[in-house]
């Protein structure tokens, strides 16, 4: 029961904070804001779901997440090269996810990337989504979350439940691969870094390689850019795959970073998704896509 109590209000901010996203996204396509209200609907959806989860949480574990640690050897470059591979693998898997959807008629365009920010300028769409989204995302999902689930299970099932969450947050079903892959890889790097701001600077990178990627195509889009795009971030995928998994490997030899630990697995990761708060915020996920099924 105690356990009960101390995750429901966390969980419930998965909710409140889906909600938020959803109805400021709302907002945005039908009132076409300025980005300066862009901006603060993003630190206000995800202060505000921290606001709710602080209750529940150890606080003393938080600030210990929140507390800068310099990476030993390897460290930054492990950092940068998962965000990158992160990037490239999101927008790998959403063009062709786009492309087997082609028979639908569906247009590939600089909207099918994860992240469009398109129509906005090129300082702007950093300041959002490389500073502000990598900074509030994490402070509340690795930060706030992570102190709470990661006291409760084991590593590998609050792996997969950061992968999940930041899945199901994103609110797109032809996000759901990508925001898996980068939820997992964020959560991984505080697990093994032992602070958020290892997941912070990847997760900023990664949105600096997508917002470089968007602006590309949109620059270049005349010049039929999006016929080498797919193989072009399947190349550089597999190059910072590479490099990630190269410089991880040489790591765990010398001991910088701790070893995986393998927990109960699929048990622990029940005893996580079974919790009143992700219930509903998994619902309301699906209620979103089928509304706008049924409205489109």
Known sequence: MNQDKRTLLPGLSLFVCFCLLTGMEKLITHFNLPPSLMALGEIVCFGLALAMALPGMDRERFKQRLAFKMP?????????????????????????????LAHTGLRLTIASLPMPLGGMSFAWRLLIGVVIAALVEEIYLRGALFSVYGEEVGTSACLLFGGIVFALLHGSPLDLAAGFCAGLAFTYLTYVFDTIWAAVLSHAAAAFVTVLMQWMADTYAPFGIWNILLPLTVLFFLLFAFLTLDTLGKMLARGSIPRFEVSAGWYDLWLLVKEPGFIVFALAFAGKIILNYWIG
Request: glycine fraction near 10%; hydrophobic fraction near 60%; avoid cysteine.
């Open 72 to 100: 030993r050897k390897g460290g930054w470059l492990l950092i940068l090269f998962m965000g990158a591979a992160t990037a490239f693998a999101a927008l790998s898997l959403n063009m062709l996810e786009y492309r087997l």
